[in-house]
Antibody
Framework: EVQLVESGGGLVQPGGSLRLSCAAS????????MNWVRQAPGKGLEWVSY????????YYADSVKGRFTISRDNARNSLYLQMESLRDADTAVYYC???????????WGQGTRVNVSS | SYVLTQPPSVSVAPGQTARITCGEK??????VHWYQQKPGQAPVLVVY???DRPSGVPERFSGSNSGDTATLTIGRVEAGDEADYYC???????????FGGGTKVTVL
């Protein structure tokens, strides 16, 4: 069974940092591209970042470029999102999602909540 | 870059058909994916690549895509279909995933 379990969320002050993790199981992690997607309270889905299966290709939304860093450790079946210079607008539930056929995100974790507030 | 336009809400009676649109110029040239999200839950893929269904998704869910509009159709709507629905494409011109703003489906 495919499982994606996010962790690392919490309350952080504006300007602070946080590192999110996503533990994958039930599939060959090293062969799939992965994404981070977030959802602010009461709002829609917003794509954050993409990383290819080997980590050679990385893309970011304009809203986080230069502040967030996506990475992966295929030996540990884990995906990460290092978030720096956090802003109120980064408050959201952050989901990791596996890319399947034709760029669709076919499996999602349950999300981890990040609250940026003073 | 792509901006996907969805109606904020759609209301439908049980047993009827709900149609949710996703608009953008020439979206028919892209593969469109659709997600269902119920309150407090993660999104779930219900249609990918315009009209394919992942295993386990009922045949009542179908998709089409042509010209400037992609459509998710939910046939014989049930109370359990009440959720937010999002369309999504990969915008290869800027290497970004793009989501529509979402449509809340209410079953009357």
């Amino acid at each position: 069974e495919v499982q994606l379990v996010e962790s690392g969320g919490g309350l952080v002050q504006p300007g602070g940092s946080l590192r999110l993790s996503c533990a994958a199981s039930g599939f060959t992690f090293s062969t799939y591209s992965m994404n981070w997607v977030r959802q602010a309270p009461g709002k829609g889905l917003e794509w954050v970042s993409y990383i290819s299966s080997t980590g050679s290709l990385i893309y970011y939304a304009d809203s986080v470029k230069g502040r967030f860093t996506i990475s992966r450790d295929n030996a540990r079946n884990s995906l990460y999102l290092q978030m720096e210079s956090l802003r109120d607008a980064d408050t959201a539930v952050y989901y990791c999602a596996r890319e399947g056929s034709a760029t669709a995100l076919n499996f999602w974790g349950q999300g981890t909540r990040v609250n940026v507030s003073s | 870059s792509y901006v996907l336009t969805q109606p904020p809400s759609v209301s439908v009676a049980p047993g009827q058909t709900a149609r949710i649109t996703c608009g953008e110029k020439n979206i028919g040239s892209k593969g469109v994916h659709w997600y269902q999200q119920k309150p407090g839950q993660a999104p779930v893929l219900v249609v990918y690549d315009d009209s394919d269904r992942p295993s386990g998704v009922p045949e009542r869910f179908s998709g089409s895509n042509s010209g400037d509009t992609a459509t998710l159709t939910i046939g014989r709507v049930e109370a359990g279909d009440e959720a937010d629905y999002y369309c999504q494409v990969w915008d290869s011109s800027i290497d970004h995933v793009v989501f529509g703003g979402g449509t809340k489906v209410t079953v009357l």
